[in-house]
């Protein structure tokens, strides 16, 4: 049997169902085919167990944006909580406020590793790596080399499971900006030395600096199941059970036919005449018949997959921050959750605390492998050795595994997606790459949702008005400015809506 809609939506998260939404409103036809049988999300998604609710990663609604944030409040208008941010950095044996109190940090290294660190950020602004590639070659330029050492490396590689010197510089220049932690500590120890350079008034928010930011009262996933249920009750389909498979574009006709495996292994096909992709690109060339030249590009690209191991235990003293970085290289984890921090309402025992331990792991190898009962000793036994959970205080566990939850910035990816963009864009049109993996661009939800945003104004003006490719990490439009989106705004309400 095959359904035909204007807009087929592969993936329901949270760029899949913003185009899903803001497409239904507008009253078009649009379909969304998601893999998860039982909940859309994504990584966005809330996990529920025994009544322990986790967040796959722990989700900040913050944004620049402010077409996002009312969006946002469009979608889930009553469920948003006020939270205070608080996160700490451990790091052999000690904990860092993060970001850096500056005696803290003093008296925490020593005075002779504080002064190591100050030589060695002298000497890297003095001789820099000219034209830096990597990871390692960037923050070395930024930090020196016993920041680097000491506050990046050690995460940084079990984050992404390679060394930084294979880590391209790109991810770097995206993801460290402003006042972080190693800038903090330079200004700290500055400042102590009276070398502190002026502030400048006024200047943007640090995102990584914020103190409070607003988070659904029972996790993210409130926000997307909102938004699937109001794209059905404007008409829009939303579909769950469903893997796509194979993928074809006709160019006379201009339309896409699909077909994806349900859950029992049947087959259904649909056919439209806008495809919106927010799969893994890797996935979705793969999918596309005939193969597209582009296929050993795609094939090319890595992904990062995630663990969390939830620990439900007795509540012996609460600790207030939302969640701990791991800088330690003696435990595995990689981060430490604390689910009541981020809503009381999502441990509904105030006689218990709910951590969630992070392992960052590659799909197929031993830690993602391993059976659950491992993975749970393995977190029991480091919660212990970090310090803030008894393993006897344990009183049950959880596993949640997440494929594909970072796309990798390894030297080559960013050659890689460019050329099969422009294979895409030249032979499909009415294509369109959104979200984190669909664009495999590592970015946080409000950069997902405005390529949607964006996408769907394209879909309205049946032309490619927008370049979704220069919405930058803050989700903010960078081509031609305001007045570039104002005229192309201006433009598309001058264009009749093409009805499949």
């Known amino acids: 049997m095959s359904h035909h809609t204007e807009t087929l939506v592969i993936g329901a998260g949270p760029a899949g169902l913003t185009a899903a939404y803001l497409l239904s409103k507008e009253g078009r036809q649009v379909t969304v085919l998601e893999r998860d049988p039982a909940q859309v999300g994504g990584i966005s998604r ?23 944030v009312d969006l946002w409040d469009e979608i889930l208008p ?28 003093l008296k925490n290294l020593g005075i002779l590793e504080s002064a190591a660190c100050v030589a060695s950020y002298a000497y890297a602004r003095i001789r820099p790596v000219k034209d830096p590639k990597t990871f390692h070659e960037w923050v070395r330029n930024q930090f020196g080399e016993r920041l680097f050492s000491i506050f990046f490396k050690t995460y940084t590689e079990k984050v992404w499971g390679m060394s930084c010197d294979a880590i391209s510089a790109d991810w770097a220049a995206q993801r460290i900006k402003g006042l972080d932690l190693a800038s903090a500590v330079i200004d700290g120890l500055g400042r102590s030395l009276g070398l502190r350079r002026r502030q400048q008034a006024g200047g943007p928010v640090i995102k990584t600096l914020i103190e409070s930011f607003r988070y659904p009262r029972r996790g993210p996933g409130m926000m997307w199941e909102a938004a699937a249920d109001k794209t059905r009750a404007n008409g829009g389909r939303v579909l769950l059970d469903r893997g796509v498979e194979r993928l074809s574009y006709e160019p006379r006709t201009g339309i896409w036919t699909v077909t994806a495996r349900l859950g029992d292994g049947s087959l259904e096909t649909h056919t439209a005449r806008n495809l919106v992709s927010s799969a893994p690109i890797r996935e979705l060339v793969d999918s596309i018949r ?17 663990l969390t191991v939830a620990l439900i235990a007795k509540a012996r003293e609460d600790f207030p921050d939302n969640w701990i970085y791991i800088h330690d290289p003696s435990v595995m984890v990689g981060r430490v959750q604390n689910f009541r921090s981020w809503s009381p309402e999502m441990v509904p025992d105030e006689s218990r605390t709910c951590l969630g331990l992070e392992y960052f792991c590659f799909e197929g190898d031993g830690l993602w492998n391993a059976p659950d009962e491992e993975l749970v000793a393995l977190a029991k036994r480091e919660i212990a050795q970090i310090g803030l959970i008894a393993e006897d205080d ?19 990816y960013k050659a890689h997606v460019d050329t099969i963009r422009r294979d895409l864009e030249r032979a499909y049109p009415s294509l369109h790459l959104v979200g984190r993996n669909g664009m495999h661009k590592y970015n946080n939800q409000d950069h997902a949702m405005m390529t949607a945003m964006l996408t769907v104004k394209n879909i309205l003006a049946g032309a490619r008005v927008y370049d979704t490719w220069c919405v930058n990490e803050d989700a903010e439009y960078t081509e031609a400015g305001v007045s570039g989106a104002h005229e192309a705004l201006a433009s598309e309400r001058h264009v009749p809506r093409r009805v499949a």
Not at 78 to 105: M, Q, V
Not at 293 to 303: D, E, P, Q, V
Not at 395 to 407: E, F, G, S
């Open 46 to 68: 809330t996990v529920s167990h025994e009544g322990y609710l986790f967040d796959i990663g722990g989700h900040r609604f913050f944004s620049k944006s402010k077409a996002v």
């Open 78 to 105: 009553n469920d948003f909580i006020e939270r205070p941010r608080l996160s700490r950095i451990f790091y052999k044996g000690r904990y860092y406020a993060y970001p850096l109190k500056a005696f803290e940090a």
């Open 290 to 306: 005939p193969t597209p030249l582009s296929i050993f590009n795609a094939r090319a690209l890595k992904y990062r997959d995630f």
């Open 394 to 412: 344990v009183v049950d566990a959880c596993v949640v595994r997440q494929p594909k939850a970072y796309p990798v910035y390894d030297e080559d």
